[in-house]
T-cell receptor
Framework: DQQVKQNSPSLSVQEGRISILNCDYT??????FLWYKKYPAEGPTFLIS?????DKNEDGRFTVFLNKSAKHLSLHIVPSQPGDSAVYFC???????????FGAGTRLTVKP | DTAVSQTPKYLVTQMGNDKSIKCEQN?????MYWYKQDSKKFLKIMFS???????INETVPNRFSPKSPDKAHLNLHINSLELGDSAVYFC??????????????FGNGTRLTVT
């Protein structure tokens, strides 16, 4: 039951431009959404989150947008930097971390 | 000062063997987890432990058993290993709840290969 989907396995962007990573979910009970970033041979690390009562959350170069009616969220990185090259996982949960579901990840490559 | 550490990093073993993966966290978190990243790269939760109590078990074969000697440790024991068990296993920990105040903190993973 893949309740969280990241349909783009990879994305390549030029340094300085905007990176947009997309995520769709099917479970309307989800009310908290997170993005994790993963470098090779490391575990995922928390990047940014948003609750369902908001439609936007910004943290420096990273902004997450939530469209509840479309069950869609996106992560915007502006400006993109080569160090942002990593796999980005979208995750969603309802009451607590025990029911968190992850997407399959999108590999972002930022070219100098 | 690694927050969540798991050992070994790589584990190669033969079918039918029994193996363990250790996990320790020094964050003072209440809850620890084991995740499996399968061949399709999905991270799927296997177990969650809170104060030595198993909270959930997501359709995991009973060959897999978590063992928590204390709040800072959650080890994963696997009996009678099968080819399909080959994957990367991640340990994680968090505070209670969800979201910004209690994100998951992951270890660096253990790549298990069963031959």
């Amino acid at each position: 039951d893949q309740q969280v989907k990241q349909n783009s396995p990879s994305l390549s962007v030029q340094e300085g431009r905007i990176s947009i990573l997309n995520c769709d979910y099917t479970n309307s009970m989800f009310d908290y959404f997170l993005w994790y970033k993963k470098y090779p041979a490391e575990g995922p690390t928390f990047l940014i989150s948003i609750s369902s009562i908001k439609d936007k959350n910004e943290d420096g170069r990273f902004t997450v947008f939530l469209n509840k009616s479309a069950k869609h969220l996106s992560l915007h990185i502006v400006p993109s930097q080569p160090g942002d090259s990593a796999v980005y996982f979208c995750a969603a949960s309802s009451d607590n971390n025990n029911d968190m579901r992850f997407g399959a990840g999108t590999r972002l490559t930022v070219k100098p | 000062d690694t927050a969540v550490s798991q050992t070994p990093k790589y584990l190669v073993t033969q079918m039918g063997n029994d193996k363990s993966i250790k996990c320790e966290q020094n964050l003072g978190h209440d809850t620890m987890y084991w995740y499996k990243q399968d061949s399709k790269k999905f991270l799927k939760i296997m177990f969650s432990y809170n104060n030595k109590e198993l909270i959930i078990n997501e359709t995991v074969p009973n060959r897999f058993s978590p063992k928590s000697p204390d709040k800072a440790h959650l080890n994963l024991h696997i009996n009678s290993l099968e080819l399909g068990d080959s994957a990367v296993y991640f340990c994680a920990s968090s505070l209670p709840g969800t979201g910004r105040d209690s994100p998951l903190h992951f270890g660096n993973g253990t790549r298990l290969t069963v031959t």
